[in-house]
């Protein structure tokens, strides 16, 4: 008996790292659809980076919605176990595990640990033009800052032709 | 699309000197490239009147000034984008759906990571961080070695023999040299279409 308790302690002892969620503080750079946002009460747990709900919409213009992670017309559904998977409550703030979201919607991200930066890539939504032959818009300036769109082409052939100075 | 990391500093004086009367902008984060799997430059891209893309990522020389390099004529690119100005949609050099896929590398994981990679390097180079950079633009490279402007564009920002122990003639004599470097258009005409009576 008295050798079948200590077994379940040790048992109980080593399973504790999984209990807990050890996480640390950070500040993180996200660099979200090219923009970079300086996010200074990041959390990473487990190489995961979470982020306060306001900090989400402030880096990626996604909310969390009853309906799922939202961004004006697009959303992405979060189950009942994904939504347990992605979001946590704490002291009363809404955190979101962003590179958990990531995988969600197939999107590529590069880190780089040292300086604590982000850069999350293209998701699934934004390669589905492609895929389908659809030529992906964009909206880029030219020299003097104006900003044009390939869309304000419609209804012309376009030659896109891409060079470069190097 | 100037895919220059250094914005109108680099491509600026190269539009001025040019004075084109058609729109060309500036891509500091190579956005185009990513967007449509390019890998490097002149590419060109026709998109019909409904958006749809028709012939995709080619190399796409305009005029002569790189032909003693590449070895690549730009007559018959030119004539097949004429016929295309001309004929639209019942041009020969339109693309079946089928060669369209499989000259698009839609959703390969190595060359989405690459992207993500280069997009980070850039970033970090452009925050002052070159030294840090230099990892992921290599990343970058290895993901996706198909990729010139990966390399291209990481030599012009620092002293390549110095950060990656190569130069870009060296990478071109490494595939094979400069008149193999570019793979030539496929222009050989689609086979007429089927002629519903």
């Given at each position: 008996?008295?050798?079948?308790?200590?077994?379940?302690?040790?048992?109980?002892?080593?399973?504790?790292?999984?209990?807990?969620?050890?996480?640390?503080?950070?500040?993180a750079t996200i660099i979200y659809d090219?923009k970079a946002t300086l996010v200074s009460t990041a959390e990473?747990?487990?190489?995961?980076l979470w982020v306060t709900t306001a900090d989400l919409k402030l880096a990626t213009g996604f909310e969390l919605k009853p309906q799922g992670v939202c961004r004006d017309e697009l959303c992405f559904?979060l189950?009942?176990?994904?939504k347990?998977?992605l979001t946590r409550k704490?002291?009363g703030t809404m955190w979101f595990n962003l590179t958990g979201f990531a995988?969600?919607v197939?999107q590529?991200?590069?880190?780089?640990?040292?300086?604590?930066?982000w850069?999350f890539?293209?998701r699934?939504?934004?390669?589905?033009?492609?895929?389908?032959?659809?030529?992906?818009?964009?909206?880029?300036?030219?020299?003097?800052?104006?900003?044009?769109?390939?869309?304000?082409?419609?209804?012309?052939?376009?030659?896109?032709?891409?060079?470069?100075?190097? | 699309?100037?895919?220059?990391?250094?914005?109108?500093?680099?491509?600026?004086?190269?539009?001025?000197?040019?004075?084109?009367?058609?729109?060309?902008?500036?891509?500091?984060?190579?956005?185009?490239?990513?967007?449509?799997?390019?890998?490097?430059?002149?590419?060109?891209?026709?998109?019909?009147?409904?958006?749809?893309?028709?012939?995709?990522?080619?190399?796409?020389?305009?005029?002569?000034?790189?032909?003693?390099?590449?070895?690549?004529?730009?007559?018959?690119?030119?004539?097949?984008?004429?016929?295309?100005?001309?004929?639209?949609?019942?041009?020969?050099?339109?693309?079946?759906?089928?060669?369209?896929?499989?000259?698009?590398?839609?959703?390969?994981?190595?060359?989405?990571?690459?992207?993500?990679?280069?997009?980070?390097?850039?970033?970090?180079?452009?925050?002052?961080?070159?030294?840090?950079?230099?990892?992921?633009?290599?990343?970058?490279?290895?993901?996706?070695?198909?990729?010139?402007?990966?390399?291209?564009?990481?030599?012009?920002?620092?002293?390549?023999?110095?950060?990656?122990?190569?130069?870009?003639?060296?990478?071109?004599?490494?595939?094979?040299?400069?008149?193999?470097?570019?793979?030539?258009?496929?222009?050989?005409?689609?086979?007429?279409?089927?002629?519903?009576?």
């Open positions: 008996m008295k050798n079948r308790s200590r077994v379940c302690f040790f048992l109980l002892f080593l399973a504790m790292p999984c209990l807990s969620l050890p996480s640390r503080a950070t500040v090219d990473l747990s487990r190489d995961q559904p189950s009942g176990s994904r347990q998977e704490n002291a995988r969600l197939n590529p991200i590069a880190h780089d640990p040292e300086l604590a930066v850069y890539g293209l699934s939504d934004q390669r589905q033009g492609l895929a389908a032959l659809q030529a992906p818009d964009f909206t880029l300036a030219d020299r003097n800052g104006k900003s044009h769109s390939l869309s304000e082409f419609r209804g012309k052939r376009v030659l896109l032709l891409t060079w470069a100075s190097w | 699309m100037a895919q220059d990391t250094n914005g109108v500093k680099d491509a600026g004086p190269w539009i001025a000197a040019a004075n084109p009367t058609y729109t060309v902008l500036i891509d500091e984060k190579h956005v185009v490239s990513k967007l449509y799997n390019m890998v490097n430059v002149p590419t060109g891209v026709w998109i019909d009147e409904h958006g749809k893309i028709v012939r995709p990522n080619e190399v796409a020389f305009v005029d002569d000034r790189f032909k003693n390099f590449t070895g690549l004529d730009s007559a018959p690119y030119l004539n097949a984008l004429g016929d295309w100005v001309e004929k639209g949609s019942r041009s020969a050099y339109v693309m079946n759906e089928a060669r369209l896929r499989e000259k698009l590398a839609v959703n390969n994981p190595d060359v989405l990571l690459a992207a993500a990679e280069f997009g980070l390097a850039e970033n970090l180079y452009k925050s002052g961080h070159l030294a840090e950079a230099i990892p992921h633009f290599k990343e970058a490279q290895r993901l996706n070695p198909k990729s010139w402007n990966y390399k291209r564009q990481a030599y012009a920002l620092s002293n390549a023999q110095r950060d990656y122990g190569t130069t870009f003639n060296e990478e071109v004599q490494k595939a094979g040299g400069s008149k193999v470097y570019y793979a030539h258009p496929d222009l050989s005409p689609s086979p007429p279409k089927d002629q519903k009576p």
